[in-house]
Nanobody
Framework: VQLQASGGGLVQAGGSLRLSCAAS????????IGWYRQAPGKERERVSY????????VYQDSVKGRFTISRDNAKSTAYLQMNRLKPEDTAVYYC????????????????WGQGTQVTVSS
């Protein structure tokens, strides 16, 4: 089982990045995929998730209208398009997979990726 997050990097405020989460070793299409982030000195927080059955998406208030989560089950890959990035978006971003349709917290996720660093300069 593997979740490989990629696409992070250094970008100026106002810029964009697209993160990818490539899955292998499990039935990707039956898992809800979430993106979490952890900034230095802060707790890990949920950014967004996309459900497995109907593609329902949920976003943290601070990223609504700027970030878009999507998935391509044929490629076993999920994405997080991040636009109008702000310095406060700087964090390590993790993708995770859950068998819960609506995972209420990080403890409901079964698999985690290794994280990709996103740094937004002001």
């Amino acid at each position: 089982v593997q979740l490989q997050a990629s696409g992070g990097g250094l970008v100026q405020a106002g810029g964009s990045l697209r993160l990818s989460c490539a899955a292998s070793g499990f039935s990707f299409d039956i898992y809800t995929i979430g993106w979490y982030r952890q900034a230095p000195g802060k707790e890990r927080e949920r950014v967004s998730y996309i459900s497995s059955k109907d593609g329902t998406t949920v976003y943290q208030d601070s990223v609504k209208g700027r970030f878009t989560i999507s998935r391509d089950n044929a490629k076993s890959t999920a994405y997080l398009q991040m636009n109008r990035l702000k310095p406060e978006d700087t964090a390590v971003y993790y993708c995770a997979a859950s068998l819960w349709e609506r995972p209420i917290n990080e403890h409901k996720y079964d698999y985690w990726g290794q994280g990709t660093q996103v740094t937004v300069s002001s």
